[in-house]
């Protein structure tokens, strides 16, 4: 396929040169504040990481390459509701059916599933069959990106709505599947619950919208006992998101060499490192280009409002009574960020039809290990 899919209007990425000279001078001018000794990760992003991260960001990474990348699928603008959406929209072998909506959180991008396009919009190039392809609409989520700017807040709930009519009503799917973690996560399961009519089955690797009620078994007490703790050590970003994202963005206007750091932080902690290290598992040209999507699109401090956003919609817990009806799956990668959550503890809200223990990969699922994250998919869409 070679023109813009229909529905979208023609869009290409392009860094707006003077902004990039701007940055690129802000990050030659940065400077260092004092360092805890023998800081490591300890107190966030690793000094010395960050000391190469910039130094390589300086001499070596192309931004003109960044944009090649960007532009590997095609893709274009949607006006929902009044708001522009950014999507990527690939028709593969699927020629239009099976639909999949894959929605991706912070602090990632449409990036984070550029390994897992192919092998899912075009199987039988990457060891699979024509029958297992989808049709992939990959939007990027509002405030993020090259995705219009909310006039305030917004989180999933409102999220999930221009989402279904971008499926529905733009790109004339009537019936779709939906695929996310993080807020990606959190979109699917309102998908799920406020237009279920459209939606097949979900699929999630992590659990945002949690059920109504409260732990019960000890088995629930003793995860909620753990999914506390990880939120007291690795929590405090989503606090400052969710009350104060404006005195964040005061702090870090201006300063793309902090905006850095605040997202390299959480790539470091949220991965599963336990084989592999960091610059393994995320090459500085990967850190790079997702965080040139914040940085080259003003979009650092309106993705931090939708923090805002979900606290506003209670997006986090089904409303009282109410259940995931639509089918679900859930592949519990081993994600440093919050421990899986009991199967009994899912199931109270949702109708979980598949569960998958991953034996790789954390938070970042479609990055950190992609081949599973692809058969896993595979394997959903054939059950359903």
């Given at each position: ?8 209007h ?26 805890p ?11 010395n990481?960050?000391d ?22 095609l ?13 990527i929209?690939?028709v ?10 894959l ?19 075009y199987?039988?190039?990457h060891?699979?069959r ?21 006039e ?19 790109l ?108 393994d ?14 940085l ?7 993705a931090?409002w939708?923090y ?14 109410r ?7 859930y ?30 990969g ?9 081949d ?6 595979r ?6």
């Amino acid at each position: 396929m070679t023109t813009t899919p229909a529905g979208l209007h023609p869009f290409t990425v392009a860094w707006d040169k003077a902004t990039l000279e701007r940055t690129l001078g802000r990050v030659r001018e940065f400077q260092r504040p004092r360092i805890p000794q023998d800081a490591g990760w300890r107190y966030g992003c690793d000094p010395n990481v960050l000391d190469e991260l910039r130094a390589y960001w300086l001499d070596r990474f192309d931004h003109a390459a960044a944009a090649d990348t960007l532009n590997r699928f095609l893709q274009g603008m949607a006006t929902v509701d009044g708001f522009d959406l950014h999507v990527i929209h690939v028709v593969g072998e699927a020629q239009g059916r099976r639909p999949l909506l894959l929605t991706h959180g912070w602090p990632g991008s449409v990036y984070e599933f550029w390994s897992v396009i192919g092998p899912l919009a075009y199987p039988s190039r990457h060891g699979g069959r024509v029958e297992e392809a989808f049709d992939l609409v990959i939007p990027a989520l509002p405030g993020f990106g090259f995705s219009g700017k909310p006039e305030a807040p917004i989180g999933a709930r409102t999220t999930a709505r221009l989402f279904d009519r971008l499926m529905r009503e733009t790109l004339g799917y009537d019936r779709y599947l939906a695929q996310g973690g993080d807020w990606g996560a959190g979109v699917s399961a309102w998908l799920a619950l406020d237009h279920a009519e459209a939606v097949r089955g979900i699929h999630l690797n992590y659990l945002l919208v949690q059920p109504d009620g409260e732990p019960e078994s000890a088995v629930e007490r003793a995860w909620k006992a753990d999914f506390d703790e990880a939120q007291r050590r690795l929590g405090a970003y989503s606090a400052l998101h969710g009350t104060r994202p404006l005195s964040l963005g005061y702090a870090m206007a201006d300063n793309p060499v902090a905006q850095l750091a605040w997202l390299v932080e959480r790539f470091h902690d949220w991965a599963d490192l336990r084989d592999r290290p960091f610059a393994d598992v995320f090459p500085k040209d990967v850190l790079l280009t997702n965080a040139m999507l914040y940085l080259l699109t003003d979009s650092f401090a309106t993705a931090t409002w939708y923090y805002a956003g979900a606290a506003a919609e209670n997006v986090r817990r089904m409303p009282r009574g109410r259940r995931v009806e639509v089918p679900t799956a859930y592949a519990a990668y081993p994600d440093p960020r919050s421990p899986t959550p009991p199967r009994e503890w899912v199931e109270r809200g949702y109708d979980v039809m598949r569960w998958r223990e991953m034996p790789r990969g954390g938070h970042f699922a479609a990055m950190e290990a992609p081949d599973l994250f692809v058969a896993d998919l595979r394997e959903w869409a054939a059950d359903l």
